[in-house]
DNA sequence: ATTTTTGATGCAACGGAAGTGCATTTATTA
DNA sequence: TAATAAATGCACTTCCGTTGCATCAAAAAT
């Protein structure tokens, strides 16, 4: 609970009771979030606290925003001494067409691509979709 | 004019007036299209239509669907003998933070990513972010 | 300790994009 | 030409993202 605390505050973010109580469902949950399963958690919070609490962690690098496929932004908590800017740290997401969630696979990479003459890479986003462990065993 | 025709045939579907004038704007335009963009350029029809007729184009493997991670799909012309749904096909897609446009790089593939234990792969997306040819020269 | 200021939350509403049901028109083929 | 099937047009719905403004709680300054 503390740890959560000094994560918000060490981020620039106050630690308010909702929250804490978010950034506890995202890390228990293990899958990628999207703004309509935290407003179904959190029945009684108003939606928009929630959206801009979402935004808030963005901007201050406590989760990165993922895109799956769905058209539906969905969010996960970065690693600790995770730098989503950086193009060495990108990692993948894998989208399950059977359960339909995404996970991060932070081991995994994405490989650096040769573009075209002209072309500057600033960002990349490499999505997998298929059937997830889970799904799969 | 004819050569649309019969590409359309080809794949099943009936070369319609207003089919052919949309395989037509998308083939000039070589920039990945989203149905707004086609709205906008035919402002007469409606736009139901424009929006089956690409899903009709996506089912019949005319056109692929693209997710440059702004949340609105864009649609592209395959090229002749594009199979989008086998891995080995699969290019990648480039959106200019300048311009806004999403092109597809058919050169550049995406390269086989092992997946940990469990996962199985069954199509994958990957979109680079930067600056395009057009923009940085 | 009280005021001032800043930031968080809640409410209401808007806008864009995707999608659907049904009527109507156009094209195919019987 | 009549019957059938497909394409188009209209109206409407839903879902998600987003914003403006009022209110409430917390931190800083006096």
Redesign the interface.
């Not at 929250?19 to 928009?48: C, G, P, Q, S």
């Not at 989208?95 to 990479?109: A, I």
């Given at each position: 609970m503390k740890e959560i605390e000094k994560r918000l505050n060490d981020n620039g973010v106050r630690p308010t009771a909702m929250r804490i109580l978010i950034y506890k469902y995202m890390a228990e949950k293990e899958v990628a979030v999207a703004l309509t399963d935290i407003e179904n958690a959190f029945a009684k919070a108003d939606r928009t606290t929630l959206y801009r609490t979402l935004k808030t962690f963005e901007e201050k690098g406590i989760v990165h925003q993922i895109?799956d496929?769905t058209?539906i932004?969905k969010y996960a908590l970065c690693e600790p001494g995770c730098n989503c800017e950086l193009e060495q740290d990108l990692h993948?997401h894998?989208h399950c067409?059977n359960c339909e969630e995404t996970v991060c696979?932070t081991?995994?990479k994405?490989?650096h691509?040769?573009?075209?003459?002209?072309?500057?890479?600033?960002?990349?986003?490499?999505?997998?979709?298929?059937?997830?462990?889970?799904c799969?065993?």
């Amino acid at each position: 609970m503390k740890e959560i605390e000094k994560r918000l505050n060490d981020n620039g973010v106050r630690p308010t009771a909702m929250r804490i109580l978010i950034y506890k469902y995202m890390a228990e949950k293990e899958v990628a979030v999207a703004l309509t399963d935290i407003e179904n958690a959190f029945a009684k919070a108003d939606r928009t606290t929630l959206y801009r609490t979402l935004k808030t962690f963005e901007e201050k690098g406590i989760v990165h925003q993922i895109d799956d496929g769905t058209h539906i932004s969905k969010y996960a908590l970065c690693e600790p001494g995770c730098n989503c800017e950086l193009e060495q740290d990108l990692h993948l997401h894998f989208h399950c067409n059977n359960c339909e969630e995404t996970v991060c696979l932070t081991e995994q990479k994405i490989p650096h691509i040769n573009l075209p003459d002209g072309y500057i890479a600033e960002d990349a986003n490499l999505i997998v979709k298929g059937i997830c462990e889970k799904c799969s065993g």
